[in-house]
């Protein structure tokens, strides 16, 4: 593929992430070598810009679905949509579950979702999501409901151990 055949948008959102990082992209045709740069480019705030317009510019879905999944934990529930929305539609769906389900975990961080609602959503929940919550959202009634009725039995021996 020669330089002409990247997009245009692309072509200019590697040059602003390469000039933002201080580091040289070795082939821009390379998916392996996007990605590098990419990684770098999640590592610090002033390259999210340019990140952003390079996801969107991105032609292979795969790998703009891999920065975007890896975005969604580094930035503001407010800006998940953004990230989202930049991808294809084709390669969009692992992303928006998984923007709903650092929304989930908020919620219980915060107790925004009340410890009586996990049976009823518990089995909308993902086997990442139930994992996370009992690492990372610990409250004592969001544990029994897990330890009893997680999908896997790794989750429920997970969740009766952080109980005690």
């Known amino acids: 593929m020669a330089d002409a055949e990247l997009p245009p948008e692309l072509r200019g959102a590697l040059r602003e992430l390469e000039e933002r990082l201080g580091s040289s992209l070795t082939d821009a045709h390379d998916g392996h ?5 990419y990684r770098a480019a999640l590592a610090t705030d002033a390259a999210r810009p340019a990140l952003l317009a390079a996801v ?9 679905s ?19 929305q930049a991808l294809a539609p084709s390669v ?5 579950r998984r923007a709903r389900e650092l929304g989930a975990l908020e919620d219980l961080r915060s107790r925004a979702i009340a410890a009586e609602r996990v049976p009823e959503l518990i089995d909308g929940w993902s086997d ?4 996370r919550i009992v690492t990372d959202a610990p409250d004592e009634a969001v544990l029994r409901v897990l330890a009893a009725s997680g999908r896997t ?10 109980l005690g």
């Open 33 to 37: 070598a996007r990605w590098e740069l």
């Open 56 to 64: 969107t510019a991105e032609p292979d879905g795969a790998l703009a």
């Open 66 to 84: 891999g920065v975007v999944g890896e975005v969604l934990e580094r930035v503001a529930r407010g800006e998940r949509d953004a990230w989202v």
């Open 92 to 96: 969009r769906a692992f992303s928006e």
């Open 128 to 131: 990442w999501l139930q994992s």
């Open 153 to 162: 039995q790794r989750i429920r021996r997970a969740a009766a151990e952080a």
